[in-house]
């Protein structure tokens, strides 16, 4: 079967940095995306990686090891807006998103 | 620009009752979807359509059935509503299904079935 694995809750300081992992198990793989969703509000898309490595944009990064199934996301200079859940989902051979179930990143002042 | 939007944003049914959600885009997306969210859970497919006149089914078709008659338009419908399809339903969008295409997102319909 497929499967998408992320830790369930973390809890960082505002101004510091946190890591959110994602591990995949997927039938094929084109691609992975992060989306952040704030309570009671739609998914929005945060990064994409296909090739291994660093993307970096501006507080947030993600990386990508595709012969590991392993990807995090980086999120530098923590603010209390950024208190969301992050979800990561792996695109299929078939090209259909495969979704884990969420981080919810908890930010204390 | 509106981008997607889905009525109703909420509504109570009762157990055997039909309903629709809509959805609507004004991107001129090719793609559309029709995921649930429930808690625990990842976003799990409905369904979807990869262009105006086709649609197929996702991870959890059963008792959910969908049309596409334009570009804009992708209603969901549930024949005869069962509590377990208690959850939030989100629309989506996207140019294709390629790659890179990035999805995007309704503001989602929270549907409770009494």
């Known amino acids: 079967g497929q499967n998408i694995d992320q830790p369930t809750e973390m809890t960082a300081t505002e101004g510091a940095i946190v890591q959110i992992n994602c591990t995949y198990q997927?039938?094929?793989?084109?691609?992975l995306f992060w989306y952040q969703q704030h309570a009671g509000e739609a998914p929005t898309f945060l990064s994409y990686n296909v090739l291994d490595g660093l993307e970096e944009k501006g507080r947030f990064s993600s990386f990508l090891s595709r012969s590991k199934g392993y990807s995090y996301l980086l999120l530098k200079e923590l603010q209390m807006k950024d208190s969301a859940s992050y979800l990561c989902a792996v695109r299929d051979s078939n090209y259909q998103l495969i979704w884990g179930a969420g981080t919810k990143l908890i930010i204390k002042p | 620009t509106a981008g997607i939007t889905q009525a109703p944003t909420s509504q109570i049914l009762a157990a055997g009752r039909s309903m629709t959600l809509r959805c609507t885009q004004d991107?001129?997306?090719?793609?559309m979807y029709w995921y649930r969210q429930d808690l625990g859970l990842g976003l799990r497919l409905i369904h979807y359509s990869n262009t105006a006149g086709t649609t197929g089914k996702g991870e959890v078709p059963d008792g959910y059935s969908v049309s596409r008659a334009n570009t804009d338009d992708f209603p969901l419908t549930l024949a005869s509503a069962v509590p377990s399809q208690t959850s939030v339903y989100f629309c989506?969008?996207?140019?294709?299904?390629?790659?890179?295409?990035?999805?995007?997102f309704g503001p989602g319909t929270r549907l409770t079935v009494l």
């Open positions: 989506a969008s996207s140019d294709s299904i390629g790659s890179s295409d990035t999805q995007y």
């Open positions: 991107m001129r997306h090719n793609a």
């Open positions: 997927t039938s094929g793989f084109n691609g």
